[in-house]
């Protein structure tokens, strides 16, 4: 397996543009996670889908950021209109119930400008 | 609200052993523990520890649970250079795995 994949690797983009990150989890697995890591706040769940459902979005900064998962293969956050403060890290990580702890992407470096 | 704590720096010199510690508040956790994140990669599981144990020995890492304190240790022995990461801990929130809480990570620097 390729383990969780995440694109794109880097996003610089400019404030007021929708910003999407996407995600493959690990096929098999039935929880996905986005997390977001900043130096300041270190890492946050953002939300997180148990069999394409979300179960719990109370990490969700605010309106502008929203997350699907149309299929149990692909997962996507969106961020719009993108501001500077959202520049971060976000993972994405998946998992099942019969391993424990979770297998993380390599992340996408978001930069706002 | 519930809350994982970590120092955030630690030095040794290679071949040392390495402890770093880390305080957790939910007393519900089932599962415990510990990822190592390389610069620009994502967070690695090392090693993880059920709630009804004390001790999880695996190659040169030590985990050592102690619940009446919530106090969490992972100990690497001879500590070598590609060891070098941030080592963050995590606990199970509100007993579920469903839910993960990390700590800021600590940054280990293992010195030649």
């Known amino acids: 397996d390729a383990g969780v994949i995440q694109s794109p690797r880097h996003e610089v983009t400019e404030m007021g543009q929708e910003v999407t990150l996407r995600c493959k989890p690990i096929?098999?697995?039935?929880?996905l996670f986005w997390y977001r890591q900043t130096m300041m706040r270190g890492l946050e769940l953002l939300i997180y889908?148990?069999?394409?459902?979300?179960?719990?979005d109370s990490g969700m900064p605010e309106d502008r950021f929203s997350a699907k998962m149309p299929n149990a293969s692909f997962s996507t956050l969106k961020i719009q209109p993108s501001e500077p403060r959202d520049s971060a890290v976000y993972f994405c990580?998946?998992?099942?119930?019969?391993?424990?702890?979770?297998?993380f992407g390599s992340g996408t470096r978001l930069t706002v400008v | 609200g519930e809350d994982v704590e970590q120092s955030l720096f630690l030095s040794v010199r290679e071949g040392d052993s390495s402890v770093i510690n880390c305080t957790y508040t939910?007393?519900?956790?089932?599962?415990l523990y510990w990822y190592k994140q390389e610069p620009g990669a994502g967070l690695q599981l090392l090693t993880y520890?059920?709630?009804?144990?004390d001790m999880k020995q695996d190659q040169r890492l030590t985990v050592l649970l102690n619940k009446k304190d919530k106090h969490l240790s992972l100990r690497i022995a001879d500590t070598q250079t590609g060891d070098s990461a941030i080592y963050f801990c995590?606990?199970?929130?509100?007993?579920?795995?469903?839910?993960?809480?990390f700590g800021k990570g600590t940054k280990l620097s293992v010195k030649p």
């Open positions: 990580a998946s998992g099942d119930h019969f391993n424990y702890g979770y297998t």
């Open positions: 096929s098999g697995h039935n929880s």
């Open positions: 889908f148990n069999n394409n459902v979300p179960i719990d």
């Open positions: 939910d007393s519900s956790s089932t599962y």
């Open positions: 520890i059920f709630s009804n144990m």
């Open positions: 995590a606990e199970t929130y509100g007993g579920s795995q469903g839910n993960l809480i």
